[in-house]
């Protein structure tokens, strides 16, 4: 048995006046991971979420023709939007029969987007029923469709697109790419696959539709969005927690690549709503654990309004403290019942949470910050006159 050595350790200690201190070459931008105290707060989101996404001026004034489809989040915006009385052409009585506006909340994934603006202005054909509405009947390729969607397309100022999963179901033969899967009365084992599209498939996808758009409409921006909203199934055989992690990741980064290859075009943007639920807000769904609470979609078309629109003086955008509060409350992050406070301007009750001994937070440095959102809506509510009715 051989005897055990002893071992000397020398440990070496480093610091700033030392000759061996060297620090890390960090680039030319570097943006670190906020804090929760940094994020929490009401410019945390525009300065860790939105910088570097932001354009130099608004892009949507009262008069700015907005067409939005895509993902289901693609009708919130349009919901706002249009109750906001900016312009959205797929709003108009007359656009209703067009497959962007009858369904556009269902096309959900690159391909029947792109399907769309192929049929509409450079007049493709498709071989086979490819579109089905939500009872799965089959759409069809009516030409005065065609034409209504080619009016909206010729006439839209700012296309609002939001893409929201990479599973598809297509057929084989042809390649062609279903707007959903396909009904059970024309399934085909032999030739419907289901698959998940690559990164490489929808970036091609993304990188057309905007060539589309900048050769028919050469002056019109463009605002691409990931739905925050998850997959409420997966064919895949694992599951769908899972497969959604897969799905959105692989839409995020065909759309980061495509909006870097063009960014210097000064049409093309990014809207971060995907990470603004998912990695903001605390608890920002409803108990079907897919669609957020309405506060929280408040919040973040609020803030869309703020950063893209510009509203006239009789028009003003609502108070970015007021709904990012509400969302705050709604999502698990302070007290629920602030929503009912803020939203009918209890100035009463807020000043009693303001001075409440229980904290907010277990953190000090949150439930200052909080404390200090509180008391910059009393102040602003007291500039603004609000009655402090007990009521």
């Known amino acids: 048995m051989c005897a055990a050595k002893a071992i000397n350790h020398n440990f070496q200690t480093t610091t700033k006046k030392t000759r061996e201190f060297r620090t890390w070459f960090r680039g030319d931008h570097t943006h670190f991971n906020p804090t929760r105290a940094q994020l929490v707060t009401v ?8 910088k570097g996404w932001l354009p130099e001026k ?93 009016r909206i397309f010729d006439e839209t100022d700012v296309f609002i697109l939001t893409f929201g999963l990479s599973e ?15 009904p059970k009365d024309v399934y085909d084992p032999k030739r419907h696959k289901f698959r998940v599209s690559t990164v490489g498939e929808n970036r091609e996808n993304l990188e057309a539709i905007y060539k589309l758009i900048r050769k028919h409409r050469p002056d019109a921006k463009v605002i691409m969005t990931l739905s925050p909203i998850p997959l409420i199934a997966t064919f895949r055989d694992n599951s769908c927690l899972t497969s959604n992690s897969v799905s ?17 075009d000064g049409y093309l943007y990014y809207w971060p709503s995907y990470e603004i639920v998912t990695d903001v807000l605390q608890l920002p769904y409803k108990p079907d654990r897919r669609h957020p609470h309405i506060p929280a979609l408040n919040y973040i078309m609020t803030l869309f309004e703020h950063v893209w629109c510009e509203a006239g003086e009789d028009n003003p ?10 969302a705050q409350s709604v999502s698990g992050i302070l007290p629920a019942e602030l929503e009912g406070i803020i939203r ?22 949150l439930d200052a910050v909080f404390r200090a959102h509180l008391r910059e809506t009393l102040s602003r509510w007291d500039r603004e006159s609000v009655t402090d009715d007990p009521t």
């Open 317 to 326: 955008p609502p108070s970015l403290e007021e709904a990012w509060i509400i």
């Open 43 to 50: 410019g945390g989101v525009p300065e860790y979420v939105l």
């Open 168 to 182: 598809v179901w297509y057929d084989e033969p042809t390649g062609n790419v279903f707007w959903r899967t396909i």
């Open 58 to 150: 608004p892009l949507i004034k009262p008069d700015t023709q907005i067409t939005a489809f895509g993902s289901c989040f693609a009708a919130n915006i349009s919901n706002w939007l249009s109750g906001r009385n900016f312009r959205v052409l797929n709003k108009e009585e007359d656009a209703k029969r067009a497959y962007v506006v009858s369904c556009g909340e269902g096309m959900v994934n690159s391909f029947v987007i792109r399907q769309q603006f192929e049929w509409a202005w450079e007049d493709k054909c498709f071989d086979q029923p490819l579109w089905h509405g939500y009872n799965a009947q089959d759409y069809g390729y009516d030409p005065e469709i065609q034409a209504e969607t080619k």
């Open 344 to 365: 009918h301007k209890r100035k009463w009750r807020l000043r009693q949470m303001v001075n409440r001994e229980e904290p907010f937070s277990s953190d000090p440095e």
């Open 248 to 264: 959105k990741a692989v839409l995020r980064v065909a759309i980061d690549e495509t909006v870097r290859k063009f960014q210097d």
